[in-house]
């Protein structure tokens, strides 16, 4: 399994961005995608899961302003943030694990997109 993310970049406080993470191999291997996020100085942490079902998981610091969807036909996860803040600024990885696995662990992991808040 091959994940690409992509749709990073610098923006102002308060406005949005849509990441995409496309997945290509063998998909049907893959259950929860989800999205993390390592800002420098701190651990990578998980911001928003999505399972095949549908079932969504959010950390409590961005319930209200990012939204995880699927689209199982085109293989591609979508993260959409909206008001921004300086404080979301760190390097996004997307993720996928296999059926099975809790949503807390994943085995395949994409590059990361770099997502930059200006105040």
């Known amino acids: 399994v091959q994940l690409q993310a992509s749709g990073g970049g610098l923006v102002q406080a308060g406005g949005s961005l849509r990441l995409s993470c496309a997945a290509s191999?063998?998909?049907?291997?893959?259950?929860?995608m989800g999205w993390h996020r390592q800002a420098p100085g701190n651990q990578r942490e998980l911001v928003a899961t999505?399972?095949?079902?549908?079932?969504?998981i959010y950390a409590d610091s961005v319930k209200g302003r990012f939204t995880i969807s699927r689209d199982n036909d085109k293989n591609t996860v979508y993260l959409q943030i909206n008001s921004l803040k300086p404080e979301d600024t760190a390097v996004y990885y997307c993720?996928?694990?296999?059926?099975?696995?809790?949503?807390?662990?994943?085995?395949?992991w994409g590059q990361g997109t770099l997502v930059t808040v200006s105040s």
């Open positions: 999505i399972g095949a079902s549908g079932r969504t």
């Open positions: 993720a996928g694990n296999k059926w099975g696995d809790s949503w807390r662990a994943y085995d395949y």
């Open positions: 191999g063998r998909i049907s291997s893959i259950n929860f």
